[in-house]
């Protein structure tokens, strides 16, 4: 039996490129990169040059680019930082959407106990936000605005440029958590009308444990861990250097590609959709010409989306029916309720998300297994009778 990883979205395998990079940095330049001898300079001088790297691939300056832990953290330190400086001139208002990731939703969850009003702004149920009412949920107060590129569950991809341009014409700070977008669709902060942005190594083919947070010249930011004065006293803590070259490795390896990358990805991926969907009552959830290339989201009417992830496992196929962090719970995703999906729909749902590494051969045996696992789950149930016998009706036609 084959073995297929379709959950890009979760996480991506370390690349040969970014492996090979990190190498030397565990075991022969191991050097702490605040130390003054050569081997803490040459650790120093390798932050430097990914640094450079990451600067270029996003089109800002080294200075602008604070290194982190992975993405949760840059977006708790934007949107913390950007909230507490707006209070001091009396700014207590934030706008995002409701179909953020968790790191974004719980931080912005912290900062409403701490007496900040949060306006989430709906996500229609193609998947995106609209950038009218953006423009009339911003007001004197807003001291932020945080919507993400693209979306973790569906992958539809906002209209990032726009939002930036109206928060840049309203004084108002614009972050984005582009955890999905960075090293899979062209991100250029100066021309997207970015302030803040964050980006994690571990979704394109880098290490986990590495992030970074970009934040434009002039927009200032607190540091949220106290300590030595790593970071330019950004973010203190020895910087966590194998981890940060392969990032960097990984970003050029992932953005010389991107167009390549993109279109195959997309050709596999339009490919299982096309056939997924001749399954009955099924529906997918997003919008594929409006979305990352790899990620296929789907719901299938009548059963429970963790066993048929379950089923798949057992047929070689990791996938997952929703983010990483919410499948621990039997709770239908907050995204595709905030799709407007009903509760029971939103259960039998199922993210494929797929990457380079993925083959043809790879998309043939979720072509053929998911019918027959879904068929087989419709058999054993209780709702699927029902709405075959007409006692309910169908939510997906
Ligand atoms: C959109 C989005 N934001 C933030 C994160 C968190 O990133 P990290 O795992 O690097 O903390 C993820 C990870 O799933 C994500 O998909």
Redesign the pocket.
């Given at each position: 039996m084959i073995n297929v990883y379709a959950d890009n979205?979760?996480?991506t395998k370390v690349s040969n490129t970014a492996f090979n990079a990190m190498l030397p940095y565990f075991k022969e330049l191991y050097g702490n990169p605040s130390s003054l001898y050569t081997l803490g300079q040459k650790s120093q001088e390798a932050i430097f040059s990914a640094r450079e790297t990451v600067a270029e691939y996003l089109n800002c300056d080294i200075k602008e680019i604070t290194f982190t832990?992975?993405?949760?953290?840059?977006?708790n330190q934007a949107i913390i930082s950007a909230a507490y400086l707006g209070a001091k001139s009396g700014k207590k208002h934030i706008i995002s959407s409701a179909f953020?990731?968790h790191?974004?939703l719980h931080t912005l969850e912290k900062l409403k106990k701490e007496g900040f009003e949060v306006t989430l702004l709906p996500v229609h149920s193609d998947g995106f936000v609209s950038v009218e009412e953006l423009k009339d949920a911003i007001r004197e107060d807003t001291a932020l605005v945080t919507i993400?590129f693209?979306?973790?569950e569906i992958g539809t991809v906002q209209p990032i440029a726009e939002i930036g341009k109206i928060c840049r014409e309203k004084g108002v700070i614009f972050h984005t958590?582009a955890?999905?977008a960075a090293g899979h669709i062209k991100i250029d902060v100066k021309a997207q009308n970015i302030d803040m942005l964050?980006i994690?190594?571990?979704?394109f083919h880098g290490p986990?444990g590495a992030?970074a947070l970009y934040v434009r010249k002039g927009i200032p930011i607190l540091n949220l861990i106290e300590g030595g004065a790593q970071e330019r006293g950004k973010r203190a803590g020895t910087e966590n250097v194998p981890a940060i070259v392969g990032m960097a490795a990984a970003l050029k390896e992932s953005c010389e590609s991107l167009d390549k990358n993109f279109n195959y990805v997309k050709s596999l991926r339009n490919m299982i959709a096309g056939e997924l969907s001749k399954i009955p009552h099924s529906k997918i959830n997003g919008d594929l010409e409006r979305g990352l290339a790899g990620t296929l989201n789907m719901c299938f009417e009548g059963i429970e989306g963790e066993s048929l992830l379950l089923l798949l496992d057992d047929r070689g196929i990791s996938a997952s029916s929703g983010?990483?962090?919410t499948s621990g719970s039997l709770d239908p995703s907050h995204v595709l309720l905030a799709l407007g999906l009903p509760h029971e729909v939103a259960h039998g749902s199922l993210r494929i998300s797929l990457d380079e590494y993925n083959t043809k051969e790879e998309a043939e045996h979720i072509i053929k297994n998911v019918p027959e696992v879904v068929e087989y789950l419709r058999s054993m149930s209780p709702i699927w009778k029902d709405l075959q016998e007409g006692k309910r009706n169908y939510v997906v036609q």
């Open positions: 979205a979760a996480t832990s992975g993405g949760s953290e840059a977006d953020e990731h790191a974004v993400m693209a979306n973790n958590d955890v999905q964050s994690s190594s571990h979704k986990k992030g983010s990483a962090c």
